[in-house]
């Protein structure tokens, strides 16, 4: 399954997919490093693929080479905004007593 990282709905995209493709939903820009498979907020770059360009923009269509669609399989970047959200949610709880 595939999201659109902005706006969480599915996508529909072939096997090979253009630079200025859109999201049907949210009109965003799907080839992003958001939706890439290597994308990270870890990572140095945020992107696990060590010879790729940077890119200034995260939500902006661009140029890289490396992009790959990323999979969803429950535990996408909506899963991980989840699972921050409930921790934070969790140190909070604890001192707050």
Do not use: W
């Not at 949210?26 to 790729?52: M, Q, V, W």
């Amino acid at each position: 399954m595939k999201t659109c990282a902005l706006c969480k709905n599915q996508v529909d995209i072939g096997r090979e997919m253009s630079r200025r493709q859109t999201c049907r939903s949210c009109g965003g820009d799907l080839h992003i490093c958001l939706n890439c498979r290597f994308y990270s907020e870890t990572a140095p770059n945020k992107c696990i693929e060590t010879k790729a360009e940077q890119q200034r923009y995260r939500d902006k269509a661009n140029f890289c080479d490396y992009f790959q669609y990323r999979e969803d399989k429950g535990d996408g970047p909506g899963a991980t905004d989840n699972a921050s959200d409930e921790a934070r949610r969790r140190l909070d709880d604890l001192f707050r007593k």
